[in-house]
């Protein structure tokens, strides 16, 4: 099942993502330390194989003429390499979107029943799967997981035309659903549930025993242990950072889709992302799940951008079905670019209505004439 399936699957309808365009004088974009060559506007892109060339054609030339600078990409290797030099030839950037430690189509990873992450009750998330049954995830602390997720990784950013890999997925399954989503499985997660808290395998247990000299499970109440926390938000990191290393050796740059803010993101899913050495980010400020507002997503903006410090870019992705009506794509704009994004992200392009074409160009061409 893709993300949109599952999205579906929860009730909400399909989405969208838009990224922004590279141009020069943009002063409210360009607001971090580092200068850019990155596009501002951005989409998330299944990729659908039955597609024909004259298809893919037509997509981005569409894309690139409503302003979006660049696609992130979901398909295998084969399509990837299949799609990007149409992507290349209309001036559309393209990342490999890959799915990093939730792996439900991995043949390779079901050969080994060690690798996937186990609760606090001692359940395998290879049997047993959280909330949904595509919910397969590894254990990011690992060595063998590590060197099979960037096996796939590498073997992406090798393809030509493809600028860089886009990680989705890593972190730990959600320890925490957002609130509207909770109730879709008759949940109420004011605490952490032992079924949802991950990982206790023997490696997680091993690697914290050496370091604190402690067995996490002899502790009456582990989920309240703040180094335990942490320890689990470093796995992630660590995994992220080794990776971000490789890529950047291939000369090739790496990004992430998060959750909407740090402080967010390390409660409900150990994602403690301004810690992490990519190029670019690209949080998921999807208002409606959290039950918040269009402004909301301005202040997720503000908080990502102060944490990262400069670091690397920002790219507010917006969840088209939280931004039904005429205006409500701009307002989200506004909102991002105001408060330091370097761009937006849109989940998904092929969700826009026709009047949000219009304010994705007119977003586009008002920067030309600043
Ligand atoms: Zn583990």
Same mark, same amino acid.
């Given at each position: ?7 579906k699957t ?8 838009? /990224? ?17 060559? #990155?596009?501002? /506007?951005?989409t ?5 194989p039955?597609?024909s060339d004259d298809e893919?054609?037509?997509?981005? &030339?569409?894309?690139?003429?409503a ?10 290797? &084969?399509?990837l ?6 992507a290349?030839?209309?001036?559309i950037?393209?990342?490999? #979107? ?9 043949? &390779?990873a079901?050969?080994?029943?060690d690798w996937?992450v186990v609760?606090?009750n ?11 049954e595509?919910?397969?995830?590894l254990? $990011?602390?690992?060595e063998?997981?590590f060197?099979h997720?960037e ?7 090798? /393809?030509p035309?493809?600028s860089?890999?886009?990680l989705d997925?890593?972190r ?9 989503l ?6 109420v997660?004011?605490? &952490?549930m ?5 990982c206790?395998?023997e ?7 050496r ?10 109440n ?12 470093d ?23 998060v ?7 390390r ?5 403690s992302?301004n810690? #992490?050495n990519?190029?670019?980010?690209? $949080? ?5 799940f959290y039950e ?9 903006t503000?908080?990502?951008v102060?944490d ?10 917006f ?11 701009s307002?989200?704009?506004h909102?991002?670019r ?14 826009l209505k ?14 030309s004439?600043?």
């Amino acid at each position: 099942m893709n993300k949109r399936d599952f999205i579906k699957t929860l009730g909400f309808a399909a989405a969208g993502v838009a /990224i922004a365009n590279s141009s020069s004088a943009l002063p409210l974009f360009f607001k971090g330390n580092r200068k850019s060559t #990155w596009p501002e /506007i951005w989409t998330w892109m299944g990729g659908n194989p039955s597609r024909s060339d004259d298809e893919w054609k037509s997509i981005f &030339e569409k894309l690139h003429n409503a302003g979006f600078g660049g696609v992130l990409f979901e398909s295998g290797v &084969e399509l990837l390499a299949h799609v990007a030099p149409f992507a290349q030839d209309a001036g559309i950037e393209l990342h490999s #979107w890959m799915w990093t430690l939730n792996r439900p189509a991995d043949e &390779e990873a079901k050969k080994h029943k060690d690798w996937y992450v186990v609760n606090r009750n001692g359940e395998s998330c290879y049997d047993k799967h959280p909330y949904v049954e595509y919910y397969q995830w590894l254990c $990011p602390s690992k060595e063998e997981v590590f060197q099979h997720i960037e096996k796939d990784a590498l073997s992406r950013v090798r /393809i030509p035309g493809v600028s860089g890999v886009h990680l989705d997925y890593v972190r730990y399954p959600d320890i925490i659903l957002p609130k509207a989503l909770q109730p879709h499985y008759g949940l109420v997660q004011d605490h &952490e549930m032992p079924e949802y808290d991950f990982c206790y395998c023997e490696t997680c247990r091993e690697k914290y025993m050496r370091k604190t000299g402690m067995d996490i499970l002899t502790l009456p109440n582990p989920d309240l242990d703040e180094q335990w926390k942490q320890y689990r938000y470093d796995s992630v990191t660590r995994f992220v950072n080794r990776l971000a290393k490789l890529v950047h050796k291939q000369k090739k740059v790496i990004s992430a889709a998060v959750f909407p803010y740090p402080e967010l993101a390390r409660t409900i899913c150990r994602q403690s992302w301004n810690d #992490w050495n990519l190029d670019a980010f690209f $949080p998921m400020i999807y208002q409606n799940f959290y039950e918040e507002d269009i402004p909301w997503i301005g202040k997720a903006t503000r908080n990502g951008v102060r944490d990262l410090k400069g670091k690397a870019h920002l790219f507010s992705g917006f969840f088209l079905p939280d931004l039904p009506n005429e205006g409500d794509l701009s307002q989200a704009i506004h909102e991002a670019r105001s408060n330091g994004a370097n761009g937006i992200s849109i989940f998904e392009y092929e969700g826009l209505k026709e009047y949000q074409w219009q304010e994705i160009k007119q977003f586009y061409e008002s920067k030309s004439i600043r």
